[in-house]
């Protein structure tokens, strides 16, 4: 059962405009989340947390919104540039047991590109 | 630099070759972790380890082994590869927390084909 998911594997937006990548969770013991971007032929590398007990988590031209009741997590990228173009992993870390509170969840990602 | 290395970073074998695919981070990490990533099915985790000796299973175990002998290194061990296994791995490293609510940082990947 996918307890993270990414409903959209791809996503275009021209240069300038808004990105919104979006994130479902089923597990409401998640209480931390993450977004990871990664490049071709490179590892994932963090882009923005938030922990549960906040809603929304700035940086720079990066938001992170969380809505708890719905289980509903995205990141805006504004404006979104060239550069974005790489697929984006949300990430969700629980702590049902002390074992899951090391879990690390991704979804399947997002390939987002980004045309000039 | 902190980093975590990974090596090697591509490899091909056959059926029933025992390897190893070795990892290594320089920033004190406590916490380190192995993922596979394929097509269609995002990251999962192998294997992951709290402290040295400290190590259990992630969501796809089946196949592998890991040892965590000392804090820097964390090698995951393929006894008897599988052609199932040809994939994209990952290690990856977070600083000590209670919660484990840290990001991880990612080593640049291993893709390992097995035919």
């Known amino acids: 059962d996918q307890q993270v998911k990414q409903n959209s594997p791809s996503l275009s937006v021209q240069e300038g405009r808004i990105s919104i990548l979006n994130c479902d969770y089923t597990?409401?013991?998640?209480?931390?989340f993450l977004w990871y971007k990664k490049y071709p032929a490179e590892g994932p590398t963090f882009l923005i947390s938030?922990?549960?007990?906040?809603d929304k988590n700035e940086d720079g031209r990066f938001t992170v919104f969380l809505n708890k009741s719905a289980k509903h997590l995205s990141l805006h990228i504004v404006p979104s540039q060239p550069g974005d173009s790489a697929v984006y992993f949300c990430?969700?870390?629980?702590?049902?047991?002390?074992?899951?509170?090391?879990?690390?969840?991704f979804g399947k990602g997002t390939k987002l590109s980004v045309i000039p | 630099e902190a980093q975590v290395t990974q090596n090697p970073r591509y490899l091909i074998t056959v059926t029933g070759k025992k390897l190893t695919v070795t990892c290594s981070q320089n920033?004190?990490?406590?916490?380190m972790s192995w993922y596979r990533q394929d097509p269609g099915l995002g990251l999962r985790q192998i294997y992951y380890?709290?402290?040295?000796?400290?190590?259990d299973k992630g969501d796809v175990p089946e196949g592998y082994k890991v040892s965590r002998k000392e804090k820097r290194n964390f090698p995951l061990i393929l006894e008897s590869p599988s052609p199932n296994q040809t994939s994209l791995y990952f290690c990856?490293?977070?600083?000590?927390?209670?919660?484990?609510?840290?990001?991880?940082?990612f080593g640049p990947g291993t893709r390992l084909t097995v035919t």
């Open positions: 597990n409401s013991m998640f209480d931390y």
């Open positions: 938030i922990s549960s007990i906040k």
């Open positions: 990430a969700a870390i629980g702590s049902w047991n002390g074992a899951g509170s090391y879990q690390l969840t």
């Open positions: 920033m004190n990490h406590e916490y």
């Open positions: 380890s709290m402290n040295v000796e400290v190590t």
């Open positions: 990856a490293s977070s600083p000590p927390s209670g919660s484990g609510r840290t990001r991880r940082y």
